[in-house]
């Protein structure tokens, strides 16, 4: 698919088919979630895949995580994970010229930032799979069962979770936001040179 293609189908899924995904297409989606750009080339991310009865162990963590049609036909959660130390501890380096791992030299936590731009490759890559996927927040409730449940470190922070399956629903789906809101005009989000 071209990757104009990847961008404009991108969209939350919310209905799956029941049609299992092959494992080349998972270990791509991982792959793909890898290549993510890092500052410094921290590689502070982490990736959870979860499938068969880990799935059903996920969702019985949280009972407002995600829609019941998403609960009950996703094939495959990949939890994205951050892992803020290792990008400290990488600034700490010699050749990056911080002599301790304040997290005050940060003007924005790019650990964060960088999972998110790894969970969209994880998007991107399943459009051009022909598979749907959504991007669904974990609540800080959760996190410390979550943790427990599967034995996540301390030091690895969800930054939500991306359930995927071929998709089984129209192109855009009635109950979304995409549906009931207009995007917003280029004109007011776009500027260049100047405000």
Do not use: C
């Amino acid at each position: 698919m071209e990757f104009q293609d990847v961008v404009r189908k991108r969209r939350m899924v919310r209905n799956f088919q029941q049609k299992p995904i092959p494992e080349d297409v998972v270990a791509r989606l991982l792959d793909n979630a890898t290549r993510g750009p890092s500052a410094g080339f921290s590689q502070g991310q982490a990736f959870l895949a979860l499938r068969g009865d880990d799935l059903r162990r996920f969702w019985s963590l949280g009972e407002a995580w995600a829609f019941d049609t998403v609960k009950d036909t996703a094939q495959l959660v990949i939890v994205p994970l951050s892992a803020k130390q290792v990008y400290l501890d990488r600034y700490a380096e010699t050749d990056k010229g911080w002599t301790d791992k304040a997290e005050s030299h940060w003007p924005v936590p790019y650990w964060y930032i960088d999972t998110g731009m790894a969970a969209l490759l994880i998007l991107q890559t399943a459009v051009d799979e022909g598979l749907g996927a959504l991007l669904f927040g974990i609540g800080p409730d959760e996190i410390p069962k979550f943790r427990t449940e599967f034995g996540v470190p301390d030091d690895h922070d969800p930054i939500g979770a991306i359930a995927i399956g071929y998709p089984d629903e129209p192109a855009v789906h009635p109950n979304s936001s995409a549906a009931k809101r207009p995007r917003r005009d280029r004109t007011s989000v776009i500027h260049h040179g100047n405000w």
